[in-house]
């Protein structure tokens, strides 16, 4: 059984930064493309980060380009995105994912659906 279990989410002053982990089990982690996604209150989910099972490419939303970084360790089996210059739109639910296909090299966030889920870790951006 696959499970993602999201941490670090907390409050921050706009400006500040903030780190997410994302510890995975049941899964070989390190065959897997995995992705981070938001869910803004009132609002869709959307994409925010993902990075293949290799490690290259890494791919981001416009709106958290320069800002977010994805990565990973895969003796850890654990999924980060480091977050900088928070701004208050950055509010959200942050779920971290895992594309169910083993050395997927093609992954496209606006074409592929993420196959396991996270319960998600609350940010707050204060203004």
């Known amino acids: 059984q696959v499970q993602l279990v999201e941490s670090g989410g907390g409050l921050v002053q706009a400006g500040g930064s903030l780190g997410l982990s994302c510890a995975a089990s049941g899964l070989s982690f390190s065959a897997h493309t995995m992705g981070w996604f938001r869910q803004a209150p009132g609002k869709e989910r959307e994409f925010v980060a993902a990075?293949?099972?290799?490690?290259?490419?890494?791919m981001y939303a416009d709106s958290v380009k320069g800002r977010f970084t994805i990565s990973k360790d895969n003796a850890k089996r654990t999924l980060y995105l480091e977050m900088s210059s928070l701004k208050p739109e950055d509010t959200a639910v942050y779920y971290c994912?895992?594309?169910?296909?083993?050395?997927?090299?093609?992954?496209?966030?606006?074409?592929?659906?993420?196959?396991?889920w996270g319960k998600g870790t609350l940010v707050t951006v204060s203004s």
């Open positions: 990075i293949t099972w290799s490690g290259r490419p890494t």
């Open positions: 994912a895992a594309h169910g296909r083993a050395y997927y090299n093609n992954y496209d966030p606006l074409r592929d659906d993420m196959n396991f």
